[in-house]
Nanobody
Framework: QVQLVESGGGWVQPGGSLRLSCAASGFSWDYYAIGWFRQAPEKEREGVSC????????HYLRNVEGRFTVSRANAENTVYLQMNNLKDEDTAVYYCAAVRRHSDRTYCGFDTAEYDYWGQGTQVTVSS
């Protein structure tokens, strides 16, 4: 059974930090790039960060660059999203997703239609 399970969300004050985890099981982890997406109320889902199969290629939404860091722990089948200096506008449900790219180990993108599997999401709330 394919599973992507996010954890680590919660409430934090502006300027604070959270680390999200995305634990995967039930599929060939080594063939999949992983993306982080978020969706705020009444807004479309947007790509936040992604990491390629190889782990060498990452991308970030412009307004999180320098604050968020994605990393891939293949031995744990887990991807992390370290979020620092959080802002009110980072409040959203955060999802991780997996897209099969065994033939292109450098792929990393934000097209939601391409992703094969999705987690259930974890809420991040930034407020004072």
């Amino acid at each position: 059974q394919v599973q992507l399970v996010e954890s680590g969300g919660g409430w934090v004050q502006p300027g604070g930090s959270l680390r999200l985890s995305c634990a995967a099981s039930g599929f060939s982890w080594d063939y999949y790039a992983i993306g982080w997406f978020r969706q705020a109320p009444e807004k479309e889902r947007e790509g936040v960060s992604c990491v390629s199969v190889s782990g060498d290629n990452t991308h970030y939404l412009r307004n999180v660059e320098g604050r968020f860091t994605v990393s891939r722990a293949n031995a744990e089948n887990t991807v992390y999203l370290q979020m620092n200096n959080l802002k009110d506008e980072d409040t959203a449900v955060y999802y991780c997703a997996a897209v099969r790219r065994h033939s292109d180990r450098t792929y990393c993108g934000f097209d939601t239609a391409e992703y094969d599997y999705w987690g259930q999401g974890t809420q991040v709330t930034v407020s004072s």
